[in-house]
């Protein structure tokens, strides 16, 4: 299992939830799921996550590596799931599918989070807002990825993403 999350700039939620899912899946015995993140935007390219999102994710126990990269369409190719942080960041993606199989991939975090019902939360931007932004964008980042790990131990991945019209 390959997964990618995805934001705009690659700076701010996408490499949080990549370091959130790597320590859960970790925790949980799936060390061998791996994660990676990427940007629809080519803003921050080269950059390290944005200093907010470091000292709220460090001072959570996450490690951070990663220099922002772009999506490209190729990328589908090295993921089994795409998860877009927002409805911008799944529409960007979306525009840049090649097949149904590219298609089938993309989902929004919010559909695996503890609040997913008929309606799915975007995670928001929050880029320019000051740290409780980021510490709100880890409460959030947290809870999903409690669910995307519950579901791949228990799997459940293909009903979760079935109940909420991914994968058409
Ligand atoms: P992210 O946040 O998409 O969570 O990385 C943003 C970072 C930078 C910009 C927008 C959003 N920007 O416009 O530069």
């Known amino acids: 299992m390959r997964i990618l999350t995805v934001c ?8 949080a939830a990549e370091s959130v899912l790597l320590h859960k899946l970790a925790e949980a015995g799936l ?3 791996r994660v990676t993140s990427a940007g629809t935007a080519d803003y921050h390219v080269g950059e390290r996550p944005h200093e907010l999102s470091v000292a709220e994710g460090e ?3 996450y490690a951070f590596s990663t220099r922002g990269i772009q999506f490209e369409d190729t990328h589908f190719d090295d993921a089994d799931l795409v998860l877009a942080m927002d409805a911008i960041n799944e529409a960007d993606l979306l525009e ?3 097949s149904p199989e ?6 929004r975090f919010g559909v695996f989070a503890s609040d997913a019902g008929d309606g799915v939360r975007d995670v928001p931007d929050p880029w320019g807002r000051p740290a409780e932004a980021y510490t709100a964008m880890y409460d959030q980042i947290e809870d999903a990825a409690d669910g995307l790990v519950r579901a791949l131990q228990e799997g459940t991945l293909d009903e979760v993403l079935a109940r909420h019209g991914a994968g058409r």
């Open 8 to 15: 705009l700039g690659n700076i701010c939620r996408s490499p």
């Open 31 to 33: 060390g061998h799921v």
């Open 59 to 61: 001072r959570r126990g």
């Open 96 to 98: 840049l599918v090649r």
């Open 102 to 107: 590219d298609r089938a991939k993309i989902v």
